[in-house]
């Protein structure tokens, strides 16, 4: 009897319960779906003119070739494709985009003005001239050019003298010929002995500046054990040549010193005597393995896959373009092919608190006791810090979830050239509430905002280092700009003394970790609650 109390009772209980819950289920307009909160705030809404991304985008495949036709139409058949130019051509170093001024861009912006000129900055190099020289024109407007206009002495107070022009890979493969065919043959005994060098087993890294005074065009070069699959950064041989290259004709070219274990000789020439006649103390460095220190080979089993992110309910941002949304933050990415990231007109809560926030240099000063690396003062804008951005790899670079943004750079080559996953677009979890608090005190509640961040980033691989750099836009109104330094170090041979251990830390048997300084510029132009009056 008292278990049939029981079963009426379980069943009148459940019975309660489904009501309930039907109750709460259709009293939302008699809908059976349970209620949902919404995925973006309706006072939240972000603020869009697609069309004014195109004030700051990159420019486009076709922008660049359009450039490149009107400006050899206008300079005449002496022009030569920048990958094949010798050092007395003239040729087109390069093309990107010419920003606008910030007053006319407001303008358009903020008051409905008519949109500035999209224009394209180009810098050539004049070698085939009486007074060889490098010029940075203008050219406009877009995307049929009809104008251009100097603009060197505007922007550097004077015509720029041609020994400070970049290296083209044209002129680095010849500096590495003429040690191969011209100086190489002066020592052969004393590089094979000592270096096992067959032609093919050494590699080059240059200092810069290339020389203390102005005028000098002369690079102090460094050897390297070259061995595929592997870091050459992490194998220096002790050998340096400080290379004049300064003539336009390579036949001028010259060796005027070379540095061997803390000694200086006049040439290769006076190494292979001394050494034939015993009278040269050496250091016989074995080739470095393939899977050894130096290779990006995992020597252990790489084990269980690391934690993923993923939306549940899909993206909380869109990228159109250059323009990135999101329900809180709205801006335009460029990605200028020598200072590398920038976004403009960054807006929170459609309101902008930044016209410009970009990376404009990075440096890295060396020391150690060997020329090429205490004359090392890097200044990786130079070499470009955007062209140099390539390749990001998901779940690796950026996580799985990342919208990946090709772009296109048009530097030190005639052709435009793409670059796949230049840049990636993704929200991250930071792994902390924005805020929370858990009362006990009288009334128990708890209140608390998951944290996480919307981020752009890029990644520069300029020689031996990897920067990784971040524009990170937090829910809470913070902007936030970061850089990460992976890769490989760069390091200079050790030759055994105490002396040298001043300089670095020692890596390997026969290599030191020099010591050196990193400092990265930023441009901030902060916008809050009006424009800022120095612009």
């Not at 044209?170 to 040690?179: F, I």
């Not at 595929?228 to 390579?250: C, N, Q, T, Y």
Request: hydrophobic share 40%.
């Amino acid at each position: 009897m008292n278990l049939k109390v029981v079963l009426v009772f379980l069943a009148l209980s459940l019975i309660t319960i489904f009501a309930l819950a039907y109750v709460l289920l259709t009293s939302r307009g008699g809908s059976s779906m349970p209620p949902r909160c919404p995925s973006v705030s309706p006072h939240a809404q972000p603020w869009t003119h697609p069309d004014h991304s195109q004030l700051f985008a990159d420019l486009s495949r076709e922008e660049l070739m359009a450039v490149m036709s009107f400006l050899t139409q206008k300079l005449g058949p002496d022009l030569v494709d920048a990958a094949q130019a010798r050092p007395s051509d003239n040729c087109i170093f390069s093309v990107e985009l010419q920003l606008p001024p910030k007053a006319a861009a407001l303008a358009h912006l903020d008051r409905g003005s008519p949109p500035p000129a999209r224009e394209a900055l180009a810098i050539v190099f004049f070698g085939k001239q009486p007074q060889p020289n490098v010029t940075e024109l203008v050219v406009g407007p877009l995307p049929q050019p009809s104008y251009m206009r100097d603009v060197t002495v505007e922007r550097h107070g004077g015509p720029l003298p041609y020994h400070r022009r970049p290296v083209l890979a044209t002129e680095s493969a010849q500096m590495w010929m003429h040690l191969k065919e011209v100086e190489f043959p002066k020592a052969p005994v004393f590089l094979a002995s000592v270096f096992n060098y067959n032609g093919s087993t050494l590699a080059a890294l240059h200092a810069t500046p290339r020389g203390l005074r102005s005028g000098d065009r002369a690079t102090w070069i460094a050897l390297y054990h070259n061995i595929s699959g592997v870091g050459i950064f992490l194998h220096p041989v002790g050998l340096e040549l400080l290379l004049d290259h300064r003539a336009l004709d390579p036949g001028y070219w010259a060796v005027q010193q070379v540095f061997y274990l803390g000694h200086y000789y006049a040439d290769l020439g006076q190494l292979e005597w001394e050494f034939k006649a015993g009278r040269l103390d050496v250091v016989r460095v074995p080739l470095p393995l393939p899977d050894g220190a130096s290779s990006l080979r995992s020597r252990v089993s790489p084990g269980p896959l690391p934690p993923l992110e993923f939306s549940p309910q899909g993206s909380r941002y869109s990228v159109q373009g250059h323009l990135v949304e999101s329900f809180l933050w709205t801006f335009t990415f460029g990605h200028g092919a020598f200072s590398g990231m920038r976004i403009f007109d960054v807006r929170f809560k459609g309101e902008r608190v930044a016209y410009e926030v970009s990376v404009q240099e990075c440096v890295s000063i060396y020391g150690a006791d060997s020329p090429k690396t205490m004359m090392t003062r890097y200044l990786d804008s130079s070499y470009g810090l955007g062209r140099h951005s390539r390749g990001l790899v998901r779940g690796v670079d950026c996580p799985y979830q990342s919208t990946m943004v090709d772009t296109h750079v048009l530097v030190g080559q005639g052709a435009v050239q793409l670059l796949p996953g230049a840049v990636c677009v993704f929200e991250e979890a930071q792994g902390l509430p924005l805020r929370r608090h858990h009362n006990q005190l009288q009334s128990h509640f708890y209140g608390g905002l998951a944290g996480s961040a919307l981020v752009v980033r890029s990644v520069s691989s300029v020689g031996n280092y990897d920067y990784i750099w971040d524009f990170v836009l937090h829910p809470n109104g913070a902007l936030e700009g970061r850089v990460h330094a992976t890769g490989y170090i760069n390091t200079a041979f050790l030759s055994g003394g105490e002396e040298s251990l001043l300089f670095g830390n020692r890596v390997g048997e026969r290599v030191l970790g020099a010591v050196h300084t990193h400092a990265f510029h930023f441009k901030l132009d902060l916008d809050v609650a009006g424009e800022c009056p120095g612009g």
